[in-house]
């Protein structure tokens, strides 16, 4: 890939994670062809290359690799905790989505393909959460592209919403909060990314990813009080009561009732990766409470 700049397609361009990984590319100096949902005047800075792509719909890939050296994709349905952004599960986004992106890529010769999956997902394909992303990993791992799947354990901006609660009152957690986890600053896990699209390697190959300091989900909830500077209040949730939440939301809106239980099952299991980020969980809550001048 020498003599011009690497062309890389990033998928989910206007996600949390999709523009840091957009915006390290362009200070890596690459061309890169920003792909989102809804064209939105946030996401002109993305690139000069923003094409607009309804990635269930049929056809919707047909020529978007052309000319593109790398394929990274963090396009996936939402998981923020909140029943209004969409209803389908994750089995009938991200798997269909990075399925016909990979089939495209595949036609159009990209020679790498770095895909964000999560840590556990293979061994937890009982959720759907999970399996929407696995399903993407074994086409990766059969693909004759040079494939990459990142394994992140939960990002920093994720856990913001435990200090929006603990705004409003008592921030719930599941089973006892002992489990331990190391979250990721999701700058870090763009950085990584990126290195690995632009380092040449054609093996297949998966990398996991966490921060820096390991907390327990308890501890978690009292860091984000005391970026409030704020007595800590728990309401320890039985894991019980949760997935059996989940499986009656499930019925009304499918992916929250699968985020519930995939957050039930995050909460009371280890989610640990190895701690390949740097950045600190206290800084960002501490930048999440300072009032925005
Ligand atoms: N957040 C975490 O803690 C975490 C941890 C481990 C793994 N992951 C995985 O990492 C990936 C990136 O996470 P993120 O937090 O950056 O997610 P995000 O902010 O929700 O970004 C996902 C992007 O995918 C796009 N998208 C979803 N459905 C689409 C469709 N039908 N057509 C076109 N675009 C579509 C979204 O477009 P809109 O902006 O228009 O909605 C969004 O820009 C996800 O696959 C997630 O499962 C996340």
Redesign the pocket.
Known sequence: MSGRPTRVLV????????RLMAAELQRRVCEVRA????KRSANERLSDDVRE????APGAWRGVCDDVDVVLS???????PTPF??WRP?TR??AP?NLALLEEATRARVRRFVY????GGDTSRHLD?SEG?ERVVDALRASSLSAKVLR????F??MTAIVDFARRGPVPVIGDGHWPTN?VD?RDLAELAVAEALTEDPSYRETDIGGPETFTRREIAELAFAALGRRPRLLHVPAAVMRASGHALRVANPRAGHFVLFATHIMTHDCLATPRGERRLCDAFAEYVRPKT
């Open positions: 998928a989910g361009a206007g996600g949390t994670l999709g792909i989102v949902r809804k792509v309804q990635a269930l963090s396009l996936g349905a939402s998981v923020a952004v969409g994750y986004v991200d989505a964000v999956s999560l840590i959460y992303h992140p354990t939960g990002f901006a994720a979250p999701e």
